[in-house]
């Protein structure tokens, strides 16, 4: 399989805990983007890299999320000191610069208790 | 900021019927997008218009982008139980400027399709 893949695919986490979550991008794509969606709602853009650069934050992207792409492929979102309004479905997607088609991943859900 | 406005928010239809949705906008897009998404599971890209006034088609799926730039519709012909799930339209300004890479999505349609 070829498509953006995401682990994990669900978290159940204690408010306060640190989660962190991985994303693989499809392999010959060099943008990779992070989204956050919730229920009822369409996905909001959080931040994207090209290739190891973080090019763009939301305001969506509190202090206690980190977004890293160390060697312009996988990525891994951080959230820490998490709080129950994070509950969420977090999406990944990926393409390439110069078209605007971005695939997504299957997403990982989390839930804060 | 940009906000996408879709509709209708649900559809209830039944098999073999046609459906229509559409996606306004308050800005210019440079960019069309449709995804379907299911249950538990990511948004999957149907169709992407990338010209004001292109009609693209994909099966029986149909779209098209809008002349004004500000709008695009979605239109499934014969439609079929597996049609089921919620239909984004997503916009994106144009890479290279300020936010142009991120997706503005709708807030979606609900589909069912009734056998």
């Known amino acids: 399989d070829t498509g953006v893949s995401q682990n994990p695919r669900h978290k159940i986490t204690k408010r306060g805990q640190n989660v962190t979550f991985r994303c693989d991008p499809i392999?010959?794509?060099?943008?990779l983007y992070w989204y956050r969606q919730t229920l009822g709602q369409g996905p909001e853009f959080l931040t994207y890299f090209q290739n190891e650069a973080q090019l763009e934050k939301s305001r969506l992207l509190s202090d206690r999320f980190s977004a890293e792409r160390p060697k312009g492929s996988f990525s891994t979102l951080e959230i820490q000191r998490t709080e129950q309004g994070d509950s969420a479905m977090y999406l990944c997607?990926?393409?390439?610069?110069?078209?605007?088609?971005?695939?997504f991943g299957p997403g990982t859900r989390l839930t804060v208790l | 900021g940009q906000q996408l406005n879709q509709s209708p928010q649900s559809m209830f239809i039944q098999e073999g019927e046609d459906v229509s949705m559409n996606c306004t906008s308050s800005s210019i897009f440079n960019t069309w997008l449709w995804y379907k998404q299911d249950p538990g599971e990511g948004p999957v890209l149907l169709i992407a218009?990338?010209?004001?006034?292109e009609l693209t088609s994909n099966g029986r799926l149909t779209a098209q982008f809008g002349i004004t730039r500000k709008d695009s519709f979605l239109n499934i012909s014969a439609s079929i139980p597996s049609d089921v799930g919620i239909y984004f339209c997503?916009?994106?300004?144009?890479?290279?400027?300020?936010?142009?890479?991120?997706?503005?999505f709708g807030e979606g349609t609900q589909l069912t399709v009734n056998p």
């Open positions: 997503a916009g994106q300004l144009r890479e290279g400027e300020t936010s142009g890479s991120r997706l503005t």
């Open positions: 218009l990338y010209k004001a006034g």
């Open positions: 997607a990926s393409s390439f610069t110069g078209l605007g088609t971005q695939y």
């Open positions: 392999s010959e794509h060099n943008r």
